[in-house]
């Protein structure tokens, strides 16, 4: 592998000593690449959140590559596949004016347009194994065989949290540094992680059981307060055919953004992926902007934070959006 400033040349890709990007596994893979490129940058792992309230801005330079995360002008190089992040044409152009470097691709996956960029520069032949299940998980084409079945590298990419930032820099420098999938898995310092992620499931099933109701074809579960997550696969496993979205509300009323073991009220949309013509139908970024301006992600998958005066009116809000969703969510 060439050194760092070889490899970066040859790509006519900017220097970077440090990398951004979200804490989850296409974040977390994106960031591999990444330092695969730069073995000596420094990565911080964070969320959308902490980057739209300024929280990470101490952290932001032209030094800096960010990835998965919402557009930042300060950054240096900017990598990103979500709709809702992509900065305008004015807004890239300043940035580019101003020395910045920015890839923004409606790829399925963050890390897979990391990958495409830097593939052909070093070697990321261990990553090959990882990448079909980053790309299905970030882009909602996990089957629904595939995800009750859960497999390891689903258990793997929910064992990620900004709460267990060892794990993260451990699994992370593995990948980094060429280790296959196998050898990650396997490793005694990974695999309980993996582990208790296969009980917490477990655990968020109940709760997805137990405290999940449809209204008008939209499965509202309630995670607040509970200590679980879960993505949108879990609910609309559960809902079936009975639900065309679902709406998931994970932290506490006392929570904070910047707390990761007791973050703030927030609330997740996803497209029910295991329909057929399942996505596409209704733009859900919509609900996730509706009240809050930090809100976003993609068309089939996004969040925001409740907004004051609280869940209540937050849910009420939506629910008329939603049951108005050929006129207000409708894509065309």
């Known amino acids: 592998m060439r050194g760092e400033n070889g490899v970066l040349e040859a790509a006519g890709l900017p ?11 296409d974040g977390l893979c994106a960031a591999a690449v990444l330092k695969a490129a ?17 929280a990470l801005d101490h952290l932001i330079d032209r030094n800096t590559a960010m990835v998965d995360l919402p557009f930042h002008p300060a950054c240096g190089w900017y990598l990103d596949h979500h709709q809702t992040n992509r900065p305008n044409e004015a807004e890239e152009a300043e ?28 070697d990321l032949h261990h990553l090959e194994e990882i990448m079909p ?4 998980l970030d882009s909602g084409q996990i089957s629904r065989d595939e995800f009750i079945k859960d497999g390891p590298i689903l258990q793997l990419s929910r064992s990620l949290s900004m ?27 990974i695999a309980p992680h993996v582990e208790r992620a296969k ?15 449809i209204v008008d074809r939209l499965a509202i579960c309630r995670m607040d307060e509970k200590g679980v997550r879960s993505n949108g696969y879990l609910v609309t496993a559960w809902a079936g055919d009975r639900a065309d979205a679902c709406c998931i509300v994970h932290g506490y009323a006392d929570g904070s953004i910047e707390t ?35 809100g976003g992600g993609h068309a089939n998958a996004c969040g925001c934070r409740i907004q004051p005066p609280g869940l209540d ?19 065309q």
């Open 15 to 25: 220097h970077f000593t440090s990398i951004i990007a979200d804490s989850d596994l």
């Open 38 to 54: 730069n073995p000596d940058a420094v990565v911080h792992f964070g969320h959308a959140a902490l980057v739209r309230s300024g």
């Open 95 to 122: 940035f580019t004016a101003n020395g910045g470097t920015c890839h923004w691709e409606a790829t399925p996956s963050a890390a897979r347009l990391a990958y495409d960029v830097l593939n052909p520069f070093i």
């Open 133 to 136: 299940v980053v790309d299905a």
């Open 163 to 189: 709460r267990e930032p060892e794990h993260m820099q451990r699994l992370l420098s593995m990948l980094a540094a060429g280790t296959r999938l196998a050898d990650v898995l396997a490793n005694e310092e």
């Open 199 to 213: 009980q917490e499931r477990q655990a968020a099933q109940r709760v997805v059981e137990a405290h999940t109701t």
């Open 260 to 294: 990761p073991e007791r973050p703030a009220l927030s609330a997740s949309f996803y497209a029910n992926s295991f329909l057929p013509n399942g996505q596409g139908r209704f733009d859900l970024s919509r609900l996730a902007t509706a009240l809050d301006p930090t």
């Open 313 to 331: 009116s937050n849910l009420e809000v939506w629910l008329d959006m939603w049951k108005n969703r050929s006129e207000v969510l409708a894509l």
